[in-house]
Structures are given as structure tokens and as C-alpha cells.
């Protein structure tokens, strides 16, 4: 028997990384009975081994939970957890649509922060119902007054009655479960009108088929029921549906307000896209759901296989990873330098970097990377136009009218001692500086438009060590800009190196050429010869540094017993070599392609 | 031709820069460990019955530490039961302060014709770093006991501070103590010496360094007309050393006592490196291997490869193709095109260029993968 929409409530938890989101929907889980103390795994949500390592959310996760409140009703509970980063805003804004509210915690010791404000933007956009939460309480600096007013004050959210919790002891969670009772509102959706499903995620089950995680909106589904979505023509036969408890449970039905799983013998996870609309086949609803926007890629990068005869192997794993994701884009590359392999986009740094860890983890595959490139939009003289993601497809100088770049709306929040780094460092970025606002004695916001080519270097580190670890960061995509830019070539014993060129800002081609150069410098190791190393814009040198040769490399005893020795040195050499990649005669080791990141001393 | 190594793994003291099986503090259980080598030594050659020798060499470990009625029983021992030629070269090893008249007498008395001193450094200074026992002037003591015999010396390059002028001054002093032979050899920091600690804290020379000093030193050994015939050995000319040469050739030999290592018969094997572990194995008549492997095939042709590199006189190409049945020039044709630039070959014989042959790992290497 489904429950009665008035005792359900579906929520999800938003908050800047770090404030305790996954500890909290842990507690809960704890506190409803979910799960007992005794197999309680920390954060139990974060399923992935690499979100439990970074402490970061990535994919979004339904539970539901059961709760007996004071009123002395049972209600269902809902829980969408959802990632914190800025790179997965998307996903976000997934979960937000099956939810009725938000718990938006904030640390008690640290106060808003951009993403708080992001994400609860983001809900509010949404229609949500926003219930703040202080947590941490448990710590010594904890300030959850100034927490609270920080909220009011920038957020324009009543914080007089949040619960000042500790998610980590369990101090007061039980006022957020009643919380949850008494300020998320109860779904709304008709259960005997068509059913009318949203899909948030899917994934793909070897004998199940695709399971669609689903919000009911309304109308009913069971075994049996004959369904279609919006986007494909295909028709389904439901198999099962079921809740997660927090693993999957099949139950008889899920109707109008449910939040549950689908099964119909889907063999393509493409015939049911997430923000796709299911509804029945009979009696099919007039109107889809809005859906979502697409996620646009703006991080693109050459992923190559260290070992070129596993390229199927790693062709394999990107489609597996964009099943379940589809904000990473591929398409095949060729690189003079690494061979075979692909150019994928992703949505920020952060999402490329847990890209590129998940193919090297879950699909135990070696792999280079080359600097990420933003994509550029090139207006070429015949009044043409183009979109450049790889430095290499840019066509001649000789072609190219003008050319544009993304830029960013970046927000910045920062205790007021940093202003002047930050000013510094945003400069430095080629950053337009747009508003500063103190939103209270501790807190300042800043605002500055920057070009998304300067944010995907060392932006985040460098503003971490300048305001040791105290600013936060959000951006939104701003649109295109003009912009004066050009391609820096490296060139290794006189050759370009494809996969090393990027594209710069004209200002910037001398310095950060210079800085490659003596990053490979110290990166190449000695060879048989000299290498000489150069940096050139359309052709012109404009920095050289040399990698002169090594003079010993011989074992100086080779008698009876050492034999065995040398070979198994050489060995080992030759291991190391394998690591390398052979441009011309020149021999550079992988990480060489992702070092030329690491020059760029904004600090 | 095959050799007869044996190892004497006594010492008065370490020194800094030494991995090898030398325990100074046990030289109480030379007794009983010489016992084990004749032993072990009539063990060994009931198994080798048909291959003759040419060569035994003695090293440690420091042989000339012990009394010499061991070195000498020894000798008799494998005379005794191994099928030797008329005038094998018998080397040992010594280490000046340690060498009486007497001792050379018994030496002699034996048939060892070949004695090659530890003299690393004609500095005191220096000596006494590295933990050596004794001085300059002890290593031409040691010579004048030797007047007439054929000497060589081991020189080590790469010490703290050391200069090329330090380095042709030592070999000076060697020249001064008549000697026709000179193992040059970098030293090479292993883990777990004290010198590794120096190493990591960059108190030894660099590698561009040694190889500045290396490059001096074959240069001036040249005009004293004393010629590099491998990586680390220099000879004047009907000096090399016969044993030596047998291990760049790939041939065979026996190691006798511990840690020694064997090649018979496309076996290597080697044996134990502790003294109590080999005198329980071959006191109940067990041979004291510890490891042992049977190169074959590709394998087998590389260290063939590796060895002669090291060689001036390089790699016989026509004897390879003999010995292995293949055709060298087809066979390795990649990596002899990758480094050609390096590389001497006239299709019979294959040289690395004199100028790399201290940078040949990375040549040699080339050469496993076909």
C-alpha cells in the first residue's frame, strides 16, 4: 500500500563541501532506524570508494527513512543527497526537482560560503522550501549566532528557529527530523490522475536493465504497467519498482509524492534520459515535465592510454562512466605525440579530476593527460566560424579574424585580511574586478568576471594559499568574450610537441612559455643527448632551456654474482621507460603533459 | 675455458662503502669455514668432471687477512680435484697491512701468479674515511714484497671531494709500485652501507663529476700506455685479467664459499650469504645454494650482449650467431637502428663507441626488446 501523500516528505540536503551534508543524511538515516549504529559505515550515502576518500558527494543518492513524529503520525522521508561542488551544480539542480525542500546547513564556524549560497539559490530558483541548519556545534569556535545572522542577512532566510545541531555527536538531529515534519510541505501530485514520473538518475543493471530513480509527480505505477517517456517511442513493461531502503526494495506500487526505482527491461540507458518524463502507455499524461537543462561541458582534455594497445580498454570505460553521467563528452583524438585516445569534456576541474581518477581506479587503466583547454570560438577571415576545444585544431594566424573565450562570473568569500591577495590574484588572472560587498565584519563578497582559460590552471590552489584556506569560490558561466589569444607551441630537439601546445593570452605566451621550459626542464630526465627545449608562438622562439645529457649511467662492477643484478637493474630501467613517451627521439615521462599545469606562480 | 671463484669472507674491519660478505668480527670461524670450502670444493668437482679450468681467483672479503695455510689448502684442494690446465692464472686478492713475506712465500709456493691490492685512494685522509685499514705507504711495502709479480690495483673514483689530480696522484703510486693492471671503479652508494647516509645528505660526488674524473683518468692511463679493455679494467697490453674476461665472454665458472655465484651449464646460481646458514648446509653435505635459474633463449642472448658491451674488444657477432643460431644483424635490427649512433658494427663485430661506454644502460637496454 502506497502512503498517504500527506505523511511524505522529500527532501535533500544542500551545502558548501565540507559543512557536514553527508554526516548529517548519515544521522538521520541513524536516528530514523535505517540503519543500525552497529553497521553504520561513515557516510554510508557516498557509495563511491573516491567520494568516501575526498569527502565529497558526486553522485546523488535516494534513501528512505521512516519517522515517528511527535504528533504521533509516521511519515516517509525522502532523502536526496546530492553533490556539493560547483562543478556538479547540475546534479544539484537533478535532485532538486523531485524535492519539495531543502535542508541548507550551514558551519557553525564558518558561516556562509559561496557555495552555501549557490546551492541555496539554486533551491530557492527551484521553488524549494529552505530550512536552515547550524552544525558543528560541537566545536570550540563554533559562532552559530553569527552563523544564523550571516543567513538572514545574506540569504534572506529566517534562521531564529534552525536547529543548532552536531551532526558528528547527534546533538539535536531530532529537531531537524521534526523539522522536516513540520516545514517541508507534503507533495501535492494526483494520485488517480495519468502518471506523470520525473527521472533524476539511472543506471544500468546487468540483469535488471536500466533502473530509473524516479519522483512520482502523479498518477500510479506497479508491475505491469505499460510506460513510455516523452523523448523515445519505446514502450516498457514495468517489472518492478521499489524505494531505497537505502538498498533497493521492490514494493507493490509507487504513486503520486513516492520517490522510488523503475525496472522495465530497458536495454539502453539512452531510451530513458534523465529529466525525462514516464507516464503510461493507456492513458498517457498531455504534458511533460520541464526537465532539465543540458550541463555543457567547458573543461576539455586529451586522455590518452599510457599503454597504446589498451585504447579499446579505455574507450570502454569512458562510455561505462558516461552512462551515469551525462556531462562528460568524448570524441576520438590523434595526437602525433600520445597516439590514440580522446577528447572529453567535462563540467570543471573537479569533475575532470574525478574522471580521470575513476578510469585509473575502477578500470585499473593507465592514463595520460594533457592540459585542459577551455572551448574557444574562432572567427576566421572568411567569415566562417568555428568552436576550438583542442589547442591543435586552431587553424593558421594567417586565418583567424578574431576569437572569443568563456568567461566567468566568479564569487568569492573572504574574511576582509585577504581582500588585497585576492585583488592581486584576480589581476593577475586577467580578472575584471565587478563589486565588493562586506556582508558583516568577518565576511566580505567579491565579485569578478574572469576568463574560464585562467580559472582552470591553479586558480583554486593559488587562492587557497593566499588566503590560507579561508575563501570559498562559486562561478556561473558568463558567456563569450574577444579576446587577444594565441597558440603556445613547445618544441622537444626541435620538433612540436602537439600535446603540449596550449592556448594562451597573448600578454601572458612569453612567461608562460619560459615557465613550461623549465617545468620540462625538470621533469625530462637526462638523455643519451642534449635536448634542447623550446617555447614558440607562430613560430618565433621566445624561451629555450636546455636538458643537457647524462655522462654515467653504467654499473661500475660486473662480475659472477652480479649478473643477475644488472638485468634486473636494467629492468627496472626499462619499466621506467615504459612510463615514457617517445616524441622524435625524446623521451618524456607522462606526467610531463600535466606538470605544464603546475607553472603557472600567480602566488 | 671456465673459472674457479672462491670467497674469503674474512676482514679486520668494514668499510663504509662495502656490501659484500665480509664479516670482520667472525674471523674466529676460519677454521671451520675453510673446512666447509674443501668440502664443498670436492663436492662441486665431482659434479664438473668434464670441464677443464684456466682461471682461480680468490677474493673476500680480505683472503690475505687469513693465515695462509687456508689460502694454500685451498689452492691444493681445487688442484687436487678439478681438472685445471698447465698454468692456470691464480689470482688473490690483498689489502696492504695485511700481506707478510711469509704469506707471499706460501702464495707463491702454489702456484698463485696474479695478486691484485685494494689500494682505492694514495690519500690517507681519504683511506681513512672510507674505514680502510691501512695507508699509502703500506700499499708500496706491499708492493716491494711483490717485486717481480704481476700486480694490479683497484682505484675508486667518486670519494668525497676527491679531483682528477687526486685520482692520476693514486695512480701514480700504483704505477710507483709496479703495477700493470687498474680496476677503476665508480663507488656506488648501496642501501644499508654507512657511505649511503653520505650519499643521501650529496657529500659525494656527482655523476657528472665522476664522469669528468672517469674521462681523466682513461686519458691518462692511455699515455701511460695502460688501455681500457672494459667499463672499469685497464691493462697494459698481456695484462688483462684472464678470469675477469671469462665473465664478460659468458663463460663458465664455479663459485665456491658463501655468497659466491656459479654459471654452468646456462645455470646461475649462487650461494648462501651467511656464514653459519653455508657451514650447516655443507656439513651435512648439502651444496649451499640459495637461488638458482636456467637463462635460455632470449635471455640467455642478452647478458651475451650485456657482458661484451661492457668490452672494448665487444660483441663477436659470428660466435653469437654460432652459439645462439640466429642472425644477429636481422634479430636486432630495431634497437641497432635506435642506436646506431652509439654503436660500432661492421656486421662482424658490434662496439659500443668508446665515448658511451660510461652511458651504455641505456644502449644495452635497447637490446631487450626485439
Known amino acids: 500500500m502506497s502512503t498517504n501523500q500527506k505523511n511524505i516528505r522529500n527532501f535533500c540536503i544542500v551545502a558548501h563541501i565540507d559543512h557536514g551534508k553527508s554526516t548529517l543524511a548519515d544521522r538521520l538515516m541513524e536516528k530514523t532506524g535505517q540503519v543500525s549504529e552497529r553497521d553504520m559505515e561513515e557516510q554510508l550515502l557516498d557509495s563511491m570508494d573516491l567520494e568516501r576518500e575526498r569527502g565529497i558527494t558526486i553522485k546523488l543518492t535516494p534513501v528512505r527513512m521512516y519517522y515517528k513524529a511527535k504528533d504521533g503520525n509516521e511519515y516517509v522521508f525522502n532523502l536526496i543527497d546530492t553533490p556539493g561542488h560547483v562543478d556538479f551544480t547540475y546534479e544539484v539542480s537533478r535532485s532538486l526537482k523531485a524535492c519539495e525542500g531543502a535542508i541548507l546547513i550551514v558551519d557553525a564556524t564558518q558561516g556562509v560560503q559561496a557555495q552555501t549560497l549557490a546551492n541555496a539559490y539554486l533551491a530557492i530558483d527551484n521553488d524549494l522550501e529552505i530550512m536552515p541548519v547550524i552544525n558543528k556545534m560541537d566545536l570550540a569556535s563554533a559562532r552559530p549566532d553569527g552563523a544564523a545572522e550571516e543567513l538572514e542577512n545574506i540569504l534572506g532566510v529566517d534562521a531564529s528557529d534552525a536547529p543548532r545541531i552536531s551532526a558528528k555527536s547527534g546533538l539535536n538531529v531530532e529537531d531537524v527530523l521534526e523539522q522536516v515534519v513540520q516545514k517541508v510541505p507534503a507533495p501535492t501530485g494526483n494520485p488517480d490522475a495519468p502518471l506523470k514520473a520525473l527521472i533524476f538518475d539511472s543506471y544500468y543493471d546487468n540483469f535488471k536493465g536500466v533502473i530509473c530513480f524516479v519522483r512520482i509527480v502523479d498518477g500510479k505505477v506497479k508491475v505491469g504497467t505499460k510506460i513510455k517517456t516523452f523523448m523515445s517511442d519505446k514502450e516498457f513493461v514495468v517489472t518492478e519498482t521499489g524505494v531505497f531502503a537505502p538498498k533497493m526494495l521492490p514494493t507493490d506500487e509507487l504513486s503520486a509524492g513516492e520517490v522510488g526505482y523503475i525496472a522495465a527491461s530497458i536495454k539502453s540507458i539512452e531510451d530513458t534520459a534523465v529529466g525525462d518524463t514516464i507516464t503510461e502507455v493507456e492513458n498517457p499524461t498531455p504534458k511533460a515535465l520541464p526537465g532539465y537543462k543540458k550541463a555543457l561541458p567547458m573543461v576539455f582534455s586529451g586522455v590518452f592510454p599510457l599503454d597504446g594497445s589498451k585504447f579499446n580498454d579505455l574507450k570502454d570505460a569512458l562510455l561505462k562512466l558516461k552512462l551515469n553521467d551525462a556531462a562528460l563528452s568524448i570524441e576520438p583524438d590523434n595526437s602525433a605525440a600520445l597516439g590514440f585516445g580522446f577528447r572529453c569534456g567535462f563540467l570543471g576541474l573537479l569533475h575532470m579530476d574525478v574522471i580521470q581518477e575513476r578510469i585509473e581506479r575502477e578500470f585499473d587503466l593507465d592514463i595520460i593527460t594533457t592540459a585542459p583547454s577551455v572551448s574557444y570560438k574562432v572567427y576566421k577571415t572568411d567569415g566562417t566560424q568555428m568552436v576550438v576545444e583542442n589547442p591543435t585544431h586552431l587553424p593558421p594566424v594567417t586565418e583567424i579574424a578574431y576569437m572569443e573565450e568563456p568567461v566567468i562570473n566568479a564569487s568569492i568569500f573572504t574574511p576582509p585580511e585577504y581582500v588585497g591577495p585576492i585583488m592581486e590574484l584576480c589581476q593577475f588572472k586577467r580578472g575584471v574586478y565587478k563589486d565588493m560587498t562586506y556582508l558583516d565584519k568577518t565576511r566580505v563578497q567579491m565579485k569578478y568576471t574572469l576568463p574560464l582559460n585562467e580559472i582552470i590552471y591553479d586558480f583554486f590552489d593559488s587562492l587557497k594559499s593566499r588566503t590560507k584556506g579561508y575563501a570559498s569560490f562559486d562561478y556561473d558561466i558568463a558567456g563569450y568574450e574577444k579576446s587577444d589569444l594565441v597558440k603556445l607551441d613547445m618544441l622537444l630537439n626541435g620538433d612540436i610537441c602537439d600535446a603540449l601546445s596550449i592556448i594562451v593570452h597573448k600578454d601572458k605566451a612569453y612567461e608562460r612559455g619560459r615557465q613550461i621550459a623549465e617545468k620540462l626542464k625538470e621533469v625530462i630526465p637526462r638523455q643519451m643527448f642534449e635536448i634542447p627545449i623550446q617555447a614558440a608562438v607562430g613560430g618565433k622562439i621566445i624561451a629555450r632551456e636546455t636538458v643537457k645529457a647524462f655522462r654515467k649511467d653504467v654499473l661500475a662492477k660486473c662480475y659472477g654474482g652480479d649478473v643477475t643484478r644488472k638485468k634486473k637493474l636494467l629492468e627496472k630501467q626499462k619499466e621506467g621507460k615504459k612510463k615514457m613517451r617517445s616524441i622524435g627521439s625524446v623521451e618524456i615521462p607522462s606526467e610531463a603533459f600535466i606538470s605544464i599545469l603546475k607553472t603557472d606562480n600567480g602566488n | ?370
Open chain 2, 1 to 370: 675455458m671456465a673459472g674457479i671463484y672462491i670467497h674469503v669472507p674474512f676482514c679486520k674491519s668494514k668499510c663504509t662503502y662495502c656490501d659484500f660478505a665480509s664479516f670482520p668480527k667472525e674471523i674466529n670461524k676460519t677454521e671451520s669455514y675453510f673446512a666447509c670450502l674443501y668440502r664443498e670444493t670436492e663436492g662441486r668437482a665431482k659434479q664438473l668432471k668434464d670441464k677443464v679450468f684456466d682461471t682461480i681467483y680468490i677474493g673476500g672479503g680480505t683472503p690475505s687477512v687469513v693465515d695462509s695455510k687456508f689460502i694454500v689448502g685451498a689452492i691444493r684442494q681445487v688442484k687436487k680435484h678439478f681438472n685445471l690446465t698447465d698454468n692456470p692464472e691464480i689470482t688473490i686478492e690483498i689489502n696492504p697491512g695485511t700481506l707478510t713475506e711469509e704469506k707471499v712465500k706460501d702464495c707463491k709456493s702454489v702456484g698463485i701468479n696474479r695478486f691484485s691490492i685494494g689500494l682505492q685512494t694514495g690519500y690517507d685522509d681519504q683511506l681513512k674515511r672510507l674505514n680502510r685499514i691501512h695507508t699509502a705507504k703500506e700499499f708500496l711495502l706491499c708492493c716491494n714484497m711483490l717485486k717481480g709479480e704481476n700486480i694490479s690495483a683497484d682505484v675508486l673514483i667518486g670519494l668525497h671531494d676527491q679531483t682528477l689530480e687526486q685520482v692520476k696522484k693514486t695512480i701514480d703510486l700504483a704505477l710507483a709500485g709496479g703495477v700493470k693492471h687498474i680496476s677503476v671503479y665508480a663507488l656506488t652508494p648501496e642501501v644499508g652501507t654507512p657511505i649511503y647516509t653520505d650519499y643521501l645528505n650529496g657529500e659525494l660526488l656527482s655523476d657528472d663529476e665522476v664522469a669528468d674524473i672517469y674521462d681523466g683518468v682513461v686519458e691518462y692511463l692511455k699515455e701511460k700506455g695502460i688501455n681500457r679493455y672494459e667499463v672499469s679494467n685497464f691493462s697494459c697490453d698481456g695484462y688483462r685479467s684472464k678470469h675477469n674476461q671469462t665473465y664478460w665472454k659468458r663463460g663458465e665458472y664455479i663459485g665456491l664459499g658463501i655468497s659466491a655465484s656459479s654459471f654452468i651449464d646456462g645455470r646461475r646460481f649462487t650461494n648462501t650469504y651467511h656464514l653459519d646458514e653455508y657451514i650447516n648446509a655443507v656439513i651435512v653435505n648439502r651444496f649451499p645454494e640459495i637461488s638458482s635459474e636456467i637463462i635460455e633463449g632470449d635471455d640467455a642472448e642478452f647478458e651475451k650482449i650485456m657482458l661484451a658491451l661492457r668490452t672494448t674488444d665487444g660483441l663477436d657477432v659470428i660466435a653469437f650467431n654460432k652459439e645462439f643460431n640466429v642472425d644477429f644483424s636481422v634479430k636486432y635490427k630495431k634497437p641497432l637502428a635506435k642506436k646506431s649512433a652509439f654503436l660500432d658494427f661492421d656486421g662482424k663485430t658490434l662496439k659500443i663507441k668508446s665515448e658511451y661506454l660510461y652511458v651504455q644502460n641505456d644502449i644495452i637496454m635497447a637490446f631487450m626488446e626485439i
